[in-house]
């Protein structure tokens, strides 16, 4: 049966991955041997996923420019879908990036509908010959992001500068994130007017602009 | 037969995995994967030599100062050796971390034995579905390091200060490497006349030291 919609994609992926064992093998001249660091799990997973996703009746298309957001463009049952794929160590909290904040800002100005990409989330935990998948997740931005205690929305700032948009714990405190997508974008908003930026989109003009396409 | 010597075991590595392809699998829930990504070959190189050193003989203690240089000390047929081992992409210039130079420094003075330590290093090319190990070096520290254009010895300099020893490309230009084990430890008692550390030994008494004793 093929696939037709990313939630049933999601539920495929709950039955079948959730709770399954990950291993890593490295072969060199016929010799494999087990990977039993952490560091590479995160890399290789966000490896494994779009591949498999493939396998799976979808079809992906990497984002041509790299620092755009999102990564994909996923095509299932003939519908196209904004699309990122994360994973994290459910051990900590989830500090992937989201978007650097400035090119995230211009990107929904021209490309509103950006703002319903869908994130599809593994949570893997590390044992001692692998890693188990913990969980799968398949949310809207404004469910993974929320007030920080500093900035109106999780953000890494690097040298006083806006630098990525960070999510909230949002497998453990789903009520820390966003009620829907208006209080994301006025938070993104408020950001923008705390973080100025020559050349930018003024912040109300930007958030006027966003809301009634999306409000349409 | 068993391996009596650090030479033989490098003897044995070019012959079994010089020229031998490299693949790392991912394995979910019993869905294997290819990488096709650089990023990681390095690290997952990193982990399977120890364990193939192992295979052949080779005890391996890794040392437990993580800051303290070397990484291993190594038993081969009785005998105790400090080793390190390294890999890098062939495709670029040597670019591993020789140890902190701060690190060194006060270890060497301590220990002047460790200058002696074995490197053995790993060079790999990646290949579409994975990589080939291009060649594999058995060295001393002076054959790998030598004069960089700016300083006595190739060196990371992190806001004014040294930090990382780096080596030289000693796999196309040996020229490059100091000469023998003086010239190495007269370029370390340089470095740190031009980065004076406080409470550091004093370089003159530093080399006067170390010469003494490795001159024995």
């Known amino acids: 049966m093929s696939l037709m919609s990313l939630e049933q994609l999601h539920k495929k992926a709950i039955e079948s991955i959730k709770g399954e064992k990950g291993v890593i093998t490295i072969n060199i001249g016929g010799i494999p041997k087990t990977s039993k660091s952490n560091s590479i799990i995160g890399n290789c997973v966000q490896e494994w996923i779009p591949q498999w996703l493939e396998d799976n009746g979808l079809k992906l298309e990497p984002n041509t420019h790299t620092q755009s957001f999102p990564d994909f463009t996923a095509d299932i049952g003939g519908k196209k879908y904004d699309m990122e794929v994360k994973c994290w160590n459910y051990n900590n909290s989830p500090a992937f990036d989201i978007s650097n904040f400035d090119g995230f800002y211009r990107e929904i100005y021209i490309n509103p509908a950006k703002l319903y990409a869908k994130y599809l989330i593994f ?6 010959h692998g890693f188990i998948i913990e969980n799968i997740y398949l949310k809207n931005l404004w469910e993974i992001t929320g007030k920080s205690v500093k900035y109106p929305i999780g953000l890494q700032v690097k040298q006083g500068r806006p630098f990525a948009i960070r999510p909230v714990p ?5 009520e820390k994130a966003f009620e ?6 006025c938070a993104i908003a408020e950001t923008r007017k705390e973080f100025p930026l ?3 989109i003024d912040a109300e003009l930007w958030l006027k602009t966003v809301s009634r396409i999306i409000l349409e």
Chains 1, 2 share one sequence.
């Open 123 to 128: 949570a893997y935990k590390p044992t001692t």
């Open 170 to 174: 949002f497998h453990k405190f789903p």
């Open 180 to 185: 829907d997508v208006k209080g994301f974008i």
């Open 198 to 200: 020559d050349g930018a």
